[in-house]
């Protein structure tokens, strides 16, 4: 079956302006993750959803970065006034129910700001 | 606080030849830890999970060992090939509380023929 899809695969943007980027998860996974990963550091957890409810918000960086998600499916990770630090690749991962099963990721977005 | 250290950061091998990845974790209390394999412009693809009551886990040429008292895994791959050269990633999950894991940094693995 479709795995996680994100779109765009790049993004390249200048500074100051605002970027969506979205993320399909698996039909029928509840749980999704956004994360960051910037060149040579490890995955930085960003926010998760548990259906269309983030109950964990705690690793948006700045109020710059939101995220919401629909009908328990599509999110959108929005970063408005984009800075040169936001350049980084943002994974989307989905689980089956937010346990601590196995998290699926796509393929990510690469965010370029110039 | 929870961590997961990961060991080498990076390691070039010849094709053929073995290795093996270390992870060193502070998670607690455990749940599970699983070894994920990032090729380059790709999201990780699990590759093994581990439970407290597992000791070693296989797929195919890898091989993930779990000794949860002195809270150390490894990562053995054998006969590497070609395909092997990507980031490998250490996730280890803690019981109850928070349902996100914690990363490693990964060993980035370079197999040369």
């Known amino acids: 079956g479709a795995g996680v899809s994100q779109s765009p695969s790049n993004k390249v943007t200048e500074k100051g302006k605002d970027v969506e980027l979205r993320c399909d998860p698996i039909?029928?996974?509840?749980?999704l993750y956004w994360y960051r990963q910037s060149l040579g550091q490890g995955l930085e957890f960003l926010i998760y959803f548990q259906g269309n409810s983030a109950p964990d918000k705690s690793g948006l960086p700045s109020d710059r970065f939101s995220a919401e998600r629909t009908g328990g499916s599509v999110s959108t990770l929005t970063i408005q006034r984009t800075q040169q630090e936001d350049s980084a690749v943002y994974l989307c991962?989905?689980?089956?129910?937010?346990?601590?099963?196995?998290?699926?990721f796509g393929p990510g977005t690469r965010l370029t700001v110039t | 606080k929870n961590q997961v250290e990961q060991s080498p950061q990076s390691l070039i091998i010849l094709e053929g030849k073995n290795c093996t990845l270390q992870?060193?974790?502070?998670?607690?209390?455990?749940?599970?830890l699983r070894w994920y394999k990032q090729d380059t412009g790709r999201g990780p693809v699990s590759l093994t999970i581990?439970?407290?009551?597992?000791n070693t886990k296989s797929n195919g040429r890898y091989t993930a060992t779990l000794d949860a008292d002195t809270k150390q895994s490894s990562l053995h791959i054998t006969a590497s090939q070609l395909s092997d050269s990507a980031s490998y990633i250490c996730v280890v999950s803690a019981k109850g509380g928070s349902y996100i894991p914690t990363f490693g940094r990964g060993t980035s693995l370079i197999v040369h023929p």
């Open positions: 039909s029928g996974h509840t749980a």
């Open positions: 991962a989905s689980s089956l129910d937010g346990s601590r099963g196995e998290q699926y």
């Open positions: 581990m439970t407290f009551s597992e």
């Open positions: 992870c060193n974790y502070t998670v607690s209390p455990f749940s599970n």
